[in-house]
């Protein structure tokens, strides 16, 4: 399934259609950068005005160049695209860069052009990239395809770090400031309007080459949602993070990010669950995003979240304590052997706690610093060691730095840096940290982040069974489409009590009723039930129960039930006339225990699955877990702890303790059922109550509403 | 009360007591750095054993100076201090700053040293800065008085920003990477182990003085946490934000605190509350003090929420959007005058909404680039202007900025710029930026969280007033001391009907009940309240009367309550054998509404209100606001906004309205015990049940206890 980008990354010439003479034009700029930057393999400027641009033999069209094209760089004007394109597809080029605007971003016009020209690229097995985009660049063969004003000035230097962005100004500013930082790329690609490439396309290529370690994405509206699901397996078999800054977070944002790209905004909720559980990791922040790349670029992974941290100023030390806390890793007491070694170095205002403080003038005695560290790395109670300087300088600061990289080429455990000064006080260290594979970072809170996400992704890694059956799941259900056997048609709302017939028939554990038609038989219902009781209006006219006085709880007598019977059809038939009444449903009333909600939605990924507080505190509290289906019962536990409510299940203040288990099962369950029946709907259960331990649980009310299936998966 | 600094900054001559003619020793490094950076006062080497130290006569003791000496930097050991204070006083000097360590910061020896010397220089009239701390800089007098290696390297100029670090090594880590940033201090002192200057001091004396404009505070342990209520008045009155990074947040990070400064942590929680509350702005990390720093170079403050974003990128515009809606800002629509002379001037592929995307097109020309952004800065609809840039290059870099410059100063309005790309690409840009007033950022996530502060602390000005009475009432309650007269005594615990009793004395809305010293006189009272009622034990051997079955809810006869009197005694007699029962209290059964808590407990800062989520759920969902007390009626209402809660009291799913008003009326009467009563005590009131609207609030349970009074305020 795969696309060969070979020819893209590395194509053996370039030509750029629409190429200008005129000085410093923005035509001529794709020509000059491809120039400037070194390029090896062909340039062929087109353009049947000119005899030559820049010293390069210009052509009148690509059917002239002498030898084979792999990449067009299309800066034509819109309207001569159709035929540049002709052109292309003849001449044999495979990938075409449309750097022209004038497509879906500005307007109707604009987006019917675009249509037909995809249309004519996908009958001349021409891939497409943009239109609305920069370009691309790879370093590793000097390949800077595009005109970004970057390209006048950049050094790009072969790295590891992918870069797949949408937006074109803001992906190269980005490009710009890791530059600035010593953070070098293997790939970077702009994908604009994606009208055929997109961006997952091209992180499916990052994922597999032999020179990316780390795929960075800019991304406003992720295309293909389900395919990133695939791209996370990818991603965790292949040990290399996909770190997305996903914009149009907001509500403002999002309306920003549909006018901007004509897109509805996804939910940003479901995102950020689906991430954390596929182990994508999602940036806030530009800096956050370069900070996860430098983490990154070097391959060690923490086994676990206990870290040594060794400063040499305590504040630091409490900084990176703070941090660590916040990104969910801890700092354990240290092992009485290192204790000993590290308290017969360290002088009296320092400590050999953890975070250890062997101040400065430790770090001015390499012996004594290299022996407390090495100390450390060699602790068996500490996963990773976090190392916070604080205006290193000169000389000591290059000696140092040495010191850490000798102790880190002796341990297998990640060490990252904080230094906390300028570069310019220490012009090397930074440099020669990252050549050596040490990640650094301006602050110890920076650096207890970047540690927290090599955790989640090695964490995430250990799931990877559990994602690829997600992506076994969003491949099968999205080449079969949904099946209906046993299951109503698209476009039903079921009532409570079919619904629960339903979910019965798959094994869930819902109240005991019977439907009575009067009231002979609501109080012969009810004396086999036994009290108390409750009564419900049972009709498909009527959603809102409770708002008709179709409701009574806690009956407890024959007289109290036959009463009650009259009250509900009387009132359900003053709200609606019309009414079709079926019966009135007599119910056990589960007493005690908690509400839960378990609730079940479609999404752009395939089915999410919601556990949380229920009954009215739901809406007030929002306290919920979110899962893409299908989930094992590992997951669902997985979800339970996540929710504030939680301690109400394992009994606070004297109550008793609840069936947790059972609601583990439930939530295993009515993932089953996603497997079964893949289409598109929407189960309600609200609420769920969890009996005392032993005792299980009892979906009490229950709803189930089957959707339209919208257009088959990209 | 504010101490005169002004010896301290501007010393008339400096001498560093054990200075050492060694090249480059450690002892060596004041009276270099003095010299390095240009200190016009008198610089006196004090060592019996030179002549002359780096061309500046040497002199045996402080005694023989020629010349005024104002500040002593002392560098002889811990042992020789005494003396060497003895001299300073001797000599008129008023400031000595012990660079030594060996104090409190390293065992029990070493605080009995700094107690003593704390008692020396008291009664000597000496303020001692640190000890255990590195010195000083005042830029305006080119004064660099210490030995940070940073001192060696850095280029310090007259600015407007104010530092005060308890951490030596981190807080010069953190001025070193303000200059990195083109910031510059008014000011930066390292307070150490605070054993006689305090933090507190010297932020007093830079919200008076008329070169800082902003004061950053690098904080472990906050001493005199009162003290900073008055502090924050005077912020709010001068217009001077105080900027706070308080480490030691997380639990491991507070024990590392109190390992380095042998300090308790404060509860991190409150102290967040109260910072809030006073309109000081707690920064997470360097690099957010430092951009807010940047943000409060430039006097201007947004009237409100509204932003206009202009961008030359798409994607920067969703960035910022994203980011405005995270920091409480909005984007409104423009109005139409704007809107129609942005769309006279923006290409089709950009946009003429908020927020608005010129496109790099717009940019290249000066004249329309100008229209565009005066044209927003005019709108009455917007606040504040965003201007986003990505990968401004060379000469046309210069020429944006200017134009921006010239913008910017037609318009009151604050603009902030956030300028996505390397440095190096545009080195003028940030310098020109900054030199102009108008602060640069390198995200636009970064710009909006900066101008969310620039918000929060014009809205906190707003509220001066009620920072001057909490003001008022930390003074009058450190001054005087607990009173006493009509409240229990400290160290007493008062039963659920005392304490109500208490609470009705004052006004306040609890429960109507009546004590029964037998079945017969419960039954009376049931009947004088009226059925249902709530019986429960009255006895201060028991706390728990739930755990203890004591309390019996839900009676509607005389029979049943009858019974329960039984029950109850029994119960409570079998659940503690010799137990003092007074009696059984015969309460009112409030039924519907709402369940709040209501609590205030002691603090650092003074008593606190809490208000939340009331029963079990208050421990479990943790939905509660803070604040120091006393309030007003509107700062009660705004606790009441923060909750999550707050839609349960609003009517939620059909559910009544609550009597919001009354739950403000009694926060306020809760507040105003505080007034009358300012010892320390704990009240616990919950649930507080709010009824429908128009029937007020009941106290339903209550609880009261008074603490032992701790040592008087610092």
Redesign the interface.
Known sequence: MSQDFSRLWSPRGVAVLGASGRESSLGQAPVRYLDRNGYQGAIYPINPGYEEILGYPCYPSVSACPGPVDLALVMVSAEKVPQALEDCAAKGIRFAVILA??FA???KE?AQRQAEMIAQAAARGLTLIGP?CIGLVNPHVSLVAGF???F??AEFQAGEIGLV??????????V??A??RGLHFSRVINTGNEASLISADVVEDLLLDDVTRVVLV?N?ELRSPRRWIDLARLSLERGKPIIMLK???????A???A???AALAGDDRILDAAFRQLGIIRA????ELLDLASAFRQPRLPRGNRVGVLT????????A??G???WGL??PELTGETRTVLERHI???G?A?N?V?VT?QVIADREVFRSCLRQMAQDGGLDAIIVSF??L??E?ADRTVQDVLAVAAQTDKPVLISK??????APQARRDLLTGGIPVF??P??VARALGALLRFRQAAGRSGAVAALSAYARETGQNGPASEGFPQPGTTLSERETKTLLAAHGLPVTREILATSAGEAVKAAESIGYPVVLKIESSDILHK??AGGVVLGLSSAAAVRAAYSRITDSARAYHPSIHIRGVLVQEQVQGGVEALVGVVPSSFGPVLTVGCGG??V?????VAMRLLPIDQAEAAAMIDEL??A??LRG????PVADEEALVKTLFMVSSLTDRFPGRWELDLNPVVVLPRGQGVRVVDALLITHQTAGGAH
Chains 1, 2 share one sequence.
């Open positions: 605007s004038g971003e500005s307007g604009g609305n970004s004003p970057l006048a000035k962005t949408q937006s074109g100004a803001l992906g190269y500013g980005i710009s400031l530059l600035e800019y406003e914009v149009g977070r907001s509500e403002a944002g309306r920003a990010a006018s901007h790209t806030q922040d530009i800096d040499t100023s305590g504040g630091a030390g409490i900084m304590a703070d660590c806390s916040a801890t700092l002088p009296s205002f400590s706690f975070p403080d400065a604080c205006v300088t000169g000591s906390t000064g300028a570069d310019s006080l301006d602050t809170v920076q409770t708002e009215v505190m809406e007030v509290m929002r306290d504030r409510m301690p109400l606070v203040r004297g109550r």
